[in-house]
């Protein structure tokens, strides 16, 4: 197998003068950039965002823009290889820092991309997902799958953050996003299915002949339920970190087609080494403190930071204090086009 291939400036200037003629391109000058050996050549850098400095970017935005002139009063969190005004953090992951303030309301609305919000602070804001009123308390994760009807309002007294991620990258790459707004919709007078349901891991609703459950029967995982479990799973572990991913309590499966959510906790001086994984990866520190290392790069992070990591990246997390985040990532995709890998680091 040749090492270099013919390049471009090798051909004729008339050869290359009628093949832009006739619509067409040389492959072998531009395949390795498409085809590269042994794994892929990211265009994704690890990226790194404090909250410190967001947080007065986006109570700014508050002030500059009303709601009603942004309709999503978000900044978007640019991947570093692809530069400022990126609308995406690594090839498949789009994530933004969203403001409410209270009494604002969001258009109800639908759209092809999944989002999951991960609320950073504020108490008082609330998404309604298919009449479903959703409490949004810090720490939740929050689902609006594509497709779902979706609206959000604020009844309290401060701002709200949250932290979106979506697959929009994938729907825009595919020519395939696009939103649909309507009327707020009207809210069942009941708790959400977290609360009812799916209250105990293990229990689902009596299934029925022909019931058939919702394709996304739980849309919210409330905090402190993780908290507890991973505090439990960590007493156990064998590598003294714990991870838990978010599945549909109903299937098992991750809750979202292209999305998965992975809940750590890392105690304080404990460390964890991951294998090298196939797909790319933001982190949402919910609370604590520590650095990681992305392929020789260190971030030293701190409560309601998030930073991001590209595929096949080598990484280790070290808590200073005990440490809780969330992994967003994209091997559920992966996984359905049939080649989600690890390696050994
Ligand atoms: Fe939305």
Known sequence: MAEQLGTLEELPQDYRDAMTEAGVAPLWPMMRNVLPHG??????????????????LLHRAGELTPVEKAERRVLVLSDPGRGAGAMQATASIYLGMQLLL???????????????????????????????????????????????WH???????????????LDLPLFYYLEGSYATEGPLQAQRNRPDASQVEYLSSGLVPSRKLGGGARKYPMVRYPWPRTEQALREVVKYSDD????????????????????GFTAMMIPAGAKSTPPLQSSSAA???VKGRGKTTIDGEVFEWGP???FSAPVFAEITHEAS?????????????????????????
């Open 39 to 56: 794994k892929p050549n990211p265009t994704t850098r690890a990226g790194y965002w404090n909250y410190e400095n967001l947080r007065p």
């Open 102 to 148: 209270p009494g604002e309301t969001a258009p109800a609305h639908v759209h092809t991309p999944s989002a999951v919000r991960i609320i950073v602070e504020g108490k008082g804001g609330f998404t309604v997902v298919d009449g479903e009123r959703l409490p949004m308390e810090e720490g939740d994760l929050v689902l609006t799958p594509g497709g779902d």
């Open 151 to 165: 609206d959000h309002g604020h009844d309290g007294t401060e701002p709200v953050v949250w932290l979106d991620a």
């Open 240 to 259: 003294g970190i714990a991870e838990l991913d978010y599945v549909n309590p109903e299937t098992g499966a991750d809750v979202l087609p292209t999305m």
């Open 283 to 285: 982190f949402h520190v």
């Open 304 to 306: 309601k930071d998030t």
């Open 321 to 345: 204090e005990e440490a809780f985040l969330v992994r967003v990532h994209d091997r559920p995709l992966q996984e359905k086009l049939g080649y989600y890998e690890e390696r050994a680091r």
